[in-house]
């Protein structure tokens, strides 16, 4: 309990001090929680019996507040259950193994296809790129054209494997 010396003493605190603490809430919680946090950073000073004792009560109810918010910061982390939204179309059934490799074998089937009907010189460069992992660096140096030119005829290879693709699904 406060002693009737120091009631005067805290109200004239609380007058002062509440304004300021409450601004400072506010940017750190909301509009909403800010008036009730006050109410406990200034519960937590009465607690705590530092009325009389403390040189500069503002300083130190600045320290009470930003412990409460370190420690609101800490339970919201830990007691926070992690959520996923549900997709239906996500989180659908597999289709079987066998399934999935039958499609593997027709999609590299008309990946072949695609790259032997593909001009020469686009073929070469498409083949050098993805099956022999060469840099489009060390392409225009084997094949005695620009970086450019490499470019190009990458651009044009895998548009023909998209348009491929989308024919066939």
Same mark, same amino acid.
């Given at each position: ?12 605190? =609380?007058?002062? %001090? ?9 940017? *750190? +919680? *909301? ?8 109410? %406990?950073?200034? +519960? ?7 009325? *009389? ?6 300083? =130190? ?17 830990? *007691? ?21 490799? $039958?499609?593997? $074998?027709?999609?590299?089937?008309? =990946? ?18 993805? +099956? ?19 470019? =190009? ?17």
């Amino acid at each position: 309990m406060i002693a009737p010396a120091s009631t005067a003493a805290f109200e004239d605190l =609380y007058r002062t %001090e509440y304004r300021r603490l409450l601004r400072k809430l506010r940017r *750190g +919680v *909301g509009s909403d929680e800010a008036p009730d946090l006050v109410q %406990e950073v200034f +519960v937590r000073f009465l607690r705590s019996e530092a009325l *009389g004792r403390v040189e500069n009560p503002a300083a =130190y109810l600045s320290r009470i507040t930003r412990n409460l918010l370190i420690d609101r910061t800490r339970r919201k982390r830990h *007691g926070m259950p992690i959520l996923f939204p549900f997709d239906d179309e996500r989180d659908a059934s597999s289709r079987a193994d066998q399934t999935w490799r $039958i499609e593997a $074998i027709d999609l590299f089937r008309l =990946y072949r296809q695609t790259v032997r009907a593909m001009p020469p010189k686009t073929r070469r460069v498409f083949v050098m790129r993805r +099956v022999k992992r060469m840099t489009y660096k060390e392409i225009a140096a084997r094949l005695d054209i620009s970086i450019a030119t490499v470019e =190009y005829h990458m651009v044009q290879a895998l548009a023909r494997c998209r348009a491929a693709v989308a024919a066939q699904w």
